[in-house]
């Protein structure tokens, strides 16, 4: 397989560091709100990444980590205590904050059809080995101590701009650190291991440690829930462009100094996608959910449709305009699977496989060209030269990879159980010929939103059109 790899900058072959076997690792969510879909843009090329290399048989370990501790992401973070914000606007606890939004990730992921990582570690579960990891980098000299917090010099670390390639004028400026510069370092890309001085007053989560207490920087939860998981060197580590100038520099900048050796062998990064702002963030312009997607009539796998028609390497500018072209594309796929379907049967002669497959391979292996793939996916639907039986068989081993839900049935819609109840009366009310509360219970269910009606099947209900 070609891979991009930014640390290189170049395409390459992928090699394993262990024959057959992936140790990869994926950035997760901050658990204080729900993920926009631009961020699940990356986690759907992940999941590509991930399914491809199973693909191609190799075994892959995937580990993720959950950002539930609500520290600052860099200097230029308004000092606000994130999870704190979360639970005061929702009235919870912190830790309820981070269960709910973990739970909602995970039920987005599900929507999307993204598979669930095979190790998941939650930040806050790691507190004693970041403590045990900053005093080895104490020991060895790549640390100091002011004004209250424990700071990683960059200075110590040869080549810390290996990543970006930026010279260090560049990364500041990327970094956009120059917004509130901390007076306490001694270079400006230092960034802090533990802080017992916070930014800000309110911080939430807070643990005892050798510097006092206070809380882990936000980079070292991925240095030791991947070293913990996946040992001293990984193949792939996967995130978002956003991540290469300051949070990945300085994951590899620790990890490397901690380990004394190269940690990972290709670096791959998502590209963004856009609204008409420029960057989809949670802080600016409409906030758009899967939840949201849905609100609006859409079917969430249609947006991974919309995705997987565009090369993760590039930027994608998302309107709902063109999510419902995306939709109006992935039905009539849907609809040509489900005829498929239906005429599997009826068999033509046996033709050669092999090379749709090959071609299919080819693309995903083209550092993942998917828009590629589903082309070829359209072309087996509109083969001639083998028969149906045989096109099902490939439909479905691409969606090993592709996980469109062609084959998933249309959820039956699930009708509340308040609806249930006031439909049970009903009956009640006309087996006692009392057709006035029928009647008027009837009116009830219509307000709610839903029909019912007498069958010849018994009584259905449904949703309002
Ligand atoms: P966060 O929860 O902000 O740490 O982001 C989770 C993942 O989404 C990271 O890998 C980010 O790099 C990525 N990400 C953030 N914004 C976007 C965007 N607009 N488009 C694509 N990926 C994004
Ligand atoms: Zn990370």
């Known amino acids: 397989m070609q891979l991009y790899n930014t640390l290189t900058r170049r395409e390459e072959e992928f090699k394993t560091i262990e024959p057959n076997k992936v140790r990869m690792y994926t950035c997760g969510p901050t ?28 075994d892959v370990k995937r580990v993720m980590n959950i950002t539930d501790v609500g520290h600052l992401e860099s200097d230029a973070d308004d000092g606000e205590d994130k999870m704190l914000k979360g639970a005061l606007r929702e ?17 987005d992921c599900s929507k999307l059809n993204i598979k669930k990582p095979t190790i998941l570690g939650k930040a806050t579960d790691y507190i004693d080995d970041y403590i045990a990891f900053i005093k080895a980098l104490e020991n060895k000299g790549f640390t100091y101590f002011e004004n209250g917090n424990v700071y990683f010099d960059i200075s110590k670390k040869e080549d810390y701009t290996k990543l970006s390639g930026m010279n260090l004028d560049e990364l500041q400026t990327a970094a956009r650190d120059d917004v509130t510069e901390d007076i306490h370092k001694r270079n400006p890309q230092d960034f802090v291991l533990w802080f017992t001085k916070s930014k800000f007053e309110n911080q939430a989560m807070k643990w005892d440690s050798p510097w006092g207490v206070g809380y882990p920087g936000w980079h070292i939860e991925c240095s030791v ?18 991540h290469i100038p300051v949070h990945h520099t300085n994951e590899i900048a620790q990890t ?17 996608l856009l609204d008409k702002d420029g960057k989809m963030s949670k802080s600016k312009g409409e906030f758009l959910t899967v939840s949201l997607l849905e609100k609006k009539g859409f079917n969430p796998l249609s947006y991974r449709y919309f995705v997987l028609n565009s090369h993760y390497r590039k930027q994608l500018a998302f309107s709902f305009d063109s999510l419902k072209q995306a939709e109006n594309a992935y039905n009539k796929l849907k609809n040509r699977v489900a005829a498929l379907k239906n005429s599997a049967d009826d068999n033509g002669a046996e033709g050669d496989t092999a090379k749709y497959k090959a071609l299919f391979t080819d693309c995903i292996s083209d550092d993942l060209n998917t828009a590629n793939a589903i082309t070829v996916l359209f072309d087996v639907l509109k083969a001639d030269d083998i028969n149906n039986k ?14 469109l839900g062609l084959f998933e049935e249309e959820k039956e819609e699930e009708i509340p159980q308040e609806i249930l109840d006031l439909v049970a009366k009903r009956q009640q009310a006309r087996k006692e010929k009392n057709f006035a509360l029928a009647d008027q219970i009837r009116d009830e269910i219509a307000n709610s939103g839903y029909v019912v009606e007498e069958t010849r099947q018994g009584v259905k209900i449904s949703k309002k059109a």
């Open 31 to 58: 658990v204080y709100n729900f993920a926009h879909i631009g961020n699940l843009r990356t986690y759907i090329h992940e999941d590509i990444l991930q399914k491809t290399l199973e693909y191609l048989g190799y």
């Open 91 to 107: 009235n919870k606890t912190v830790w309820e904050i981070a269960d709910f939004y973990t739970q909602a990730f995970f039920s």
């Open 225 to 242: 829930i991947s070293l913990k998981n996946l040992g001293n060197q990984m193949d792939i580590h996967c995130g978002g462009v956003d």
């Open 390 to 403: 045989q096109k099902l068989e490939l439909v479905k081993d691409f969606e090993t990879v592709l996980s």
């Open 256 to 272: 490397e100094s901690y380990t004394g050796e190269n940690w990972v062998n290709y670096w791959w990064h998502g590209e963004f």
